[in-house]
């Protein structure tokens, strides 16, 4: 580990409040009546309905949604026996990607004992606590002994995951690659180098996917595990191969369809692959190092299907991908265990899933590959969203079908949207835009160099989600850095006024004027207009010179929305152009639009702006519901010949006859756009029923920008906003009262809108190419 990065980790896990984790209350507690219900004597009533009925706790008490993450730190990441302690902050990381990823809360508890028989009994009296239990970073063979009792003694999924997860992902990764091969798993021959807990957990599941035993060949440091070799433990033993003709790994690797590596790095030479049988498939999942770098394992041979534990190369067989959405779906129809055809089940659903095409926004999150199906896509991305409902239904489907369920779903419609509601939970969805930003930052610049701006700046360069460009003063920009102690490294600083950009400004205004010289704007006046940041920023983005722009700090939004359509222009396809919010709040994601753009727009714009959201919506991975608002439903406001009902009303007719495959309607209140048993109860005939909104497209500017901000001001949720709909470049204003968070996290939907901007010239420069050709 590098000194910067000790230091940076350290201050992260050290500021503000320390850990990554806290408790919050989720019921009313702000008068003495909560305080009675909450505590005593309110919470006799509960007591006694549990102590009446056991599974009442899953009713009146957090149980149902709470894991245990236990560990006595013998076997910490690549850290080994470090103590229990000093495993807590590995621990608390589990919990927080529990959280995250699933809305699964957790408590890290850090046992200090070693003896398994003691740890197991400690356990076992702290089990009524939870719903479920992941065993974490314990050492073999006494790992086996833990989870093998524990599951037999309690009923409650418990999981090492070191073992069960590492299995699973690899397990899904595995069966693709051997499709990809061209082979069958009942005839590949296998070896696996490691035989640890992992190794033996990984192996067992693979044998059970259909891998033959006499195919296999296991190998540990002392070479290949054989029946013949005196001293074997009783795991190592069931793998023992009956070949005698072989001694080592070099010995193993001759012929082999497939190694899987869970040992140590560096151990697997090119030599060996070489050796190997046609279309060869290597995971080497030693983490850090792998077994053999991806580098030395492509120059062996064109053929070989590769896949690590790291995420800077193809294929990363990463737990995350498994072990939040398998406790998710088991907790969800209260199973008593996890058992194999649970994890067949995510197996198989986290494969199926690399098979199908896979959202912009995650195909953007990684240098704006597109991936599909292959030797170098076998295993979805962590950050793809579709992971919480696939596995997690998978995974309690089985479960019912296992006779393991106390809870059976029956509406699994219902249990979708609910998960998919979960995506938004604890601003996941602005984490993946920031990763994806971060993954291919670009040339961004803020025109106006405020304070806030600066910092915003400052931020989105240290976090590496763009190339900061400011506009202004550099003697200016300098003092208030300077004062404020913010770093500047690697921003550039540019003066539109100075000698040194007259060259550029003439450029520039030609450009300009050409362009709108029918609109009254002569080369003098454009010549001028340089000297301005908002104009010298705009054509900075139109001419390529820089990919986005941050503006309005202290320009008007009217003056600068006039600009951009002036110099940048709204793409050809539509008349107009808007801008929505995303909000991340603990229902869900949604989506409101036009929050900045139309004052007042009529209907043929509300048309537009439905069309462009529509659009956004799904390039963020979510399937659009839309609603179309007002103060009525359904031409319930019987005087309204004229005004907000009737464009709405308008506009939602022109939809439906025109795009009838959008699912939408309107007009109607927020209220019951968003209470859908009250919407279909009361208004049968609407054609979103039975769906759960996400998207709602306001009727004027007024309402659209005073809800968002009524809701970010009360806390309801995170928001990225506002982002840009129509216009040919990406340029995105903000506010004078916008704070630093907001500007980094509207720089971020800049970054976005400039990687699908390149995306899209890119293949319409294919296009040009393939046609001349």
């Not at 009783?234 to 070099?250: P, Q, S, V, Y």
């Not at 106390?406 to 969805?429: E, Q, S």
């Not at 939408?664 to 756009?673: I, K, P, S, T």
């Amino acid at each position: 580990m590098g000194k910067d990065l000790k230091e940076m980790a350290l201050q992260y896990h050290s500021m503000g409040k320390p850990g990554k984790i806290e408790i919050v209350p989720t019921k009313p507690h702000s008068t003495q009546t909560d305080l009675g219900l909450a505590y005593t004597p309110g919470v006799a009533s509960p007591c006694l309905e549990i102590e009446k009925d056991q599974n009442l706790a899953y009713e009146y008490t957090g149980k149902g949604n709470l894991v245990a993450v236990i560990s006595n730190g013998t076997a910490v990441l690549g850290l080994g026996d470090i103590g229990a302690l000093a495993g807590k902050p590995v621990m608390e990381g589990k919990a927080l990607l529990f959280k995250i990823y699933a809305g699964i809360d957790v408590f890290d508890i850090e046992i200090n004992e070693k003896d398994p028989k003691k740890f197991i009994e400690i356990v076992k009296g702290i089990a009524p606590t939870f719903g479920g239990i992941n065993l974490e970073d314990i050492k073999a063979p006494e790992c086996f002994e833990i989870e093998d009792t524990l599951k037999a003694e309690l009923d409650i999924p418990v999981m090492h995951d070191d073992q069960h997860g590492t299995a699973i992902i690899s397990s899904a990764g595995l069966l693709n690659a051997i499709e990809v091969a061209g082979k069958s798993i009942r005839n590949v021959k296998m070896v696996v180098n490691g035989a640890g807990a992992a190794a033996c957990a990984c192996t067992r599941l693979y044998l059970s996917l259909g891998l033959k035993k006499e195919n296999l060949v296991m190998c540990d440091s002392k070479g290949v595990i054989r029946k013949d070799r005196k001293g074997l433990t009783e795991a190592k033993a069931f793998f023992a191969t009956e070949r005698t003709d072989i001694e080592t790994l070099e010995d193993a690797m001759k012929g082999a369809d497939v190694f899987v590596g869970l040992s140590k790095g560096n151990i697997l030479t090119r030599e060996m692959v070489r050796s190997m049988a046609d279309q060869p498939i290597v995971f080497a999942l030693a983490n850090p190092t792998p077994e053999i770098s991806y580098e030395e394992a492509m120059a062996s041979r064109g053929d070989l299907i590769f896949a690590t534990g790291r995420s800077d190369y193809p294929n990363q067989v990463n737990n995350v991908i498994g072990f939040p959405y398998i406790f998710r779906g088991a907790l969800d129809v209260r199973a008593t265990t996890i058992n194999e055809h649970m994890k067949h089940a995510a197996v198989r659903a986290i494969a199926a899933l690399a098979h199908k095409p896979v959202p912009d926004v995650v195909n953007i999150a990684y240098n704006s590959q597109r991936f599909t199906f292959g030797k170098e896509y076998l295993i979805p991305k962590p950050l793809d969203p579709r992971l919480l409902t696939e596995v997690s239904i998978a995974v309690a489907k089985a479960a019912i079908e296992s006779g393991v369920a106390r809870k059976p779903i029956t509406d699994w419609d219902a249990y979708y949207d609910r998960l998919r509601d979960m995506m938004g939970y604890d601003n996941k969805l602005i984490r993946q835009f920031s990763d994806t930003a971060r993954s291919n930052p670009k040339r961004v610049v803020f025109a106006e160099s405020n304070l806030n701006m600066l910092k915003a700046a400052v931020q989105a360069q240290a976090e590496g989600i763009a190339h900061p460009i400011m506009l202004g003063n550099p003697e200016r920009i300098q003092m208030i850095a300077q004062r404020e102690q913010l770093d500047l490294t690697g921003i550039k600083i540019v003066n539109p006024r100075s000698p040194e950009e007259f060259e550029r400004r003439r450029n520039y205004a030609a450009i300009y004027a050409e362009e709108n010289g029918r609109n009254g704007v002569t080369f003098e006046e454009a010549r001028d207009d340089m000297f301005e940041p908002n104009h010298f920023g705009m054509m900075m983005v139109k001419v390529g010179d820089a990919d986005a722009l941050i503006s309005g700090g202290y320009s008007k939004y009217s003056e600068t929305i006039e600009l951009a359509k002036e110099i940048i222009g709204i793409r050809p396809e539509y008349k107009h152009f808007g801008a929505m919010h995303i909000l991340s709040t603990k229902k869900g994601t949604f989506f409101l639009a036009d929050t900045l753009v139309n004052r007042d727009p009529d209907a043929e714009t509300l048309v537009d702006i439905v069309k462009l959201t529509h659009d956004a919506v799904r390039f963020f991975a979510h399937e659009p519901v839309m609603a179309m608002l007002s103060y009525a439903n359904f031409g319930s406001d019987k005087e309204a010949a004229r005004g907000t009902v009737n464009k709405v009303r308008e506009a939602v007719k022109t939809i439906h006859e025109q795009y009838p495959d959008y699912v939408l309607d309107g007009e109607m209140q927020v209220n019951v756009a968003l209470d859908k048993d009250l919407r279909d109860t009361k208004y049968p005939f609407n054609k979103i029923k039975g769906q759960t909104v996400n998207t709602l497209i306001f009727p004027c500017l007024s309402s659209a920008n005073t809800t968002c901000k009524m809701l970010l001001e009360m806390g309801v949720g995170e928001s990225i906003g506002p982002v840009q709909m129509g216009l040919n470049k990406p340029v995105h204003f903000t506010d004078s009262d916008a704070s630093v968070h907001d500007i980094f996290n509207l720089t971020v939907a800049a970054v976005i809108d400039a990687i699908v901007q390149e995306k899209k010239d890119e293949e319409k420069n294919k296009k040009k190419f393939d046609k001349i050709w």
